[in-house]
């Protein structure tokens, strides 16, 4: 989308599709922003126009649509339903957060196997992956021994604090 289509956006949001004194909020205005999260990869936008301002964050659960305007703040706009069922709160159990910011490898170095896979059993103090930050490698240990269930990411990928890396039953 060029800047022209966030300006266009942006004065949609701001006279809720339509021109009236008092503005509103253009719900395919933000049916647009949140596919350009997703287009995009973008975990957050946010536009101010007119007086309002309008911010559309990606998080694991979903969407959030805040809105406010220089005057009196607005209610936050419901963001679009989703047609899935609703995923559980929180972390799976056994799951193994990111301790840090950075990119995760799966293997010690390029080319090589990866640390584990699917169905490995692994023991407490095993190295699972590395995090690299601040051209830091970061090994993660495991913390607990069992069998690698789940892996989460794929490698080379940037990866947020406390983003589950893989699962350990």
């Given at each position: 989308?060029?800047?022209?289509?966030?300006?266009?956006?942006?004065?949609?949001?701001?006279?809720?599709?339509?021109?009236?004194?008092?503005?509103?909020?253009?719900?395919?205005?933000?049916?647009?922003?949140a596919?350009?999260?997703?287009?995009?990869?973008?975990?957050?936008?946010?536009?101010?126009?007119?007086?309002?301002?309008?911010?559309?964050?990606?998080?694991?659960?979903?969407?959030?649509?805040?809105?406010?305007?220089?005057?009196?703040?607005?209610?936050?706009?419901?963001?679009?339903?989703?047609?899935?069922?609703?995923?559980?709160?929180?972390?799976?159990?056994?799951?193994?957060?990111?301790?840090?910011?950075?990119?995760v490898?799966?293997?010690?170095?390029?080319?090589?196997?990866?640390?584990?896979?699917?169905?490995?059993?692994?023991?407490?103090?095993?190295?699972?992956?590395?995090?690299?930050?601040?051209?830091?490698?970061?090994?993660?240990?495991?913390?607990?021994?069992?069998?690698?269930?789940?892996?989460?990411i794929?490698?080379?990928?940037?990866?947020?604090?406390?983003?589950?890396?893989?699962?350990?039953?």
């Open positions: 989308m060029s800047m022209k289509g966030v300006k266009s956006i942006g004065e949609r949001i701001a006279t809720g599709g339509k021109s009236r004194a008092t503005p509103t909020i253009d719900s395919a205005a933000i049916r647009e922003l596919d350009l999260l997703a287009e995009t990869g973008l975990t957050e936008i946010e536009i101010e126009q007119g007086g309002l301002r309008l911010r559309v964050a990606k998080q694991v659960g979903g969407t959030i649509v805040t809105a406010s305007s220089g005057a009196a703040p607005m209610a936050a706009a419901p963001a679009p339903a989703a047609d899935k069922p609703a995923a559980p709160k929180g972390p799976p159990p056994g799951a193994v957060p990111s301790p840090m910011v950075g990119t490898y799966v293997a010690p170095e390029p080319g090589k196997p990866p640390f584990v896979k699917v169905g490995d059993k692994v023991s407490e103090g095993d190295t699972l992956l590395i995090v690299e930050a601040m051209k830091t490698m970061n090994p993660i240990l495991a913390p607990k021994s069992g069998t690698v269930t789940e892996i989460a794929h490698d080379a990928e940037p990866v947020e604090f406390g983003q589950t890396l893989l699962v350990i039953s």
